[in-house]
T-cell receptor
Framework: ETGVTQSPTHLIKTRGQQVTLRCSSQ?????VSWYQQALGQGPQFIFQ???????GRGNFPPRFSGLQFPNYSSELNVNALELDDSALYLC?????????FGSGTRLTVV | AQTVTQSQPEMSVQEAETVTLSCTYDTSESDYYLFWYKQPPSRQMILVIR??????QNATENRFSVNFQKAAKSFSLKISDSQLGDAAMYFCAYRAYGGATNKLIFGTGTLLAVQP
């Protein structure tokens, strides 16, 4: 098992900029989900990708977008960054049996 | 919409003692999954225990056990013989059975401190 790797681990961006976060998938998992965890809060579901298609989305605006690649790795893109986008972004790959989370990317928007 | 509530922002336990973390949830579904996750300072969510709603028997994993009360929509986690390594943020989570997504709905978490 390879686990889930997220990059980068930390990132500082300026309001209005764009950011791309990356996530590898656990071997054998074809589904990837992204979560936003604000300080002191539980993770909030952003969206999910299954076999390169988005098949579920939480209450996040369109400036949050993503991709999944043929090897099931994934990207989260956020355009026009706002201060409130500062958070820990978690990626989780999954199959029917369960989830494997990465250690997250800490994004700070200044 | 489904919701998960954790009413204890912080808890403290002495090493080797037992502590119970509370979680309630709201759903109109009859089949679903419930989870407890641990998030240490490394930030990675680690599965502690999982319960299928159709199973009446409470799940147990070594020192960790749950008290699942389906009618009351309550899902508490009991940690026995607490160890220093148990100190972390604990999240209760819900997932619907079936459906298009594997979306997890998390509570706001309980920060557990373990005193030596």
């Amino acid at each position: 098992e390879t686990g889930v790797t997220q990059s980068p681990t930390h990132l500082i961006k300026t309001r209005g900029q764009q950011v791309t976060l990356r996530c590898s998938s656990q071997s054998g998992h074809n589904t990837v989900s992204w979560y936003q965890q604000a300080l002191g809060q539980g993770p909030q579901f952003i969206f999910q990708y299954y076999r390169e298609e988005e098949n579920g989305r939480g209450n996040f605006p369109p400036r949050f977008s993503g991709l999944q690649f043929p090897n099931y790795s994934s990207e989260l893109n956020v355009n026009a960054l706002e201060l409130d986008d500062s958070a820990l972004y978690l990626c989780a790959s999954s199959d029917f049996y369960g989830y494997t989370f990465g250690s997250g990317t800490r994004l700070t928007v200044v | 919409a489904q919701t998960v509530t954790q009413s204890q922002p912080e808890m403290s336990v002495q090493e080797a003692e037992t502590v119970t973390l509370s979680c309630t949830y709201d759903t109109s579904e009859s089949d679903y999954y419930l989870f407890w996750y641990k998030q240490p300072p490394s930030r990675q969510m680690i599965l502690v225990i999982r319960q299928e709603a159709y199973k009446q028997q409470n799940a147990t994993e070594n020192r960790f056990s749950v008290n699942f009360q389906k009618a009351a929509k309550s899902f508490s986690l009991k940690i026995s013989d607490s160890q220093l390594g148990d100190a972390a943020m604990y999240f209760c989570a819900y997932r619907a059975y079936g459906g298009a997504t594997n979306k997890l709905i998390f509570g706001t978490g309980t920060l557990l401190a373990v005193q030596p």
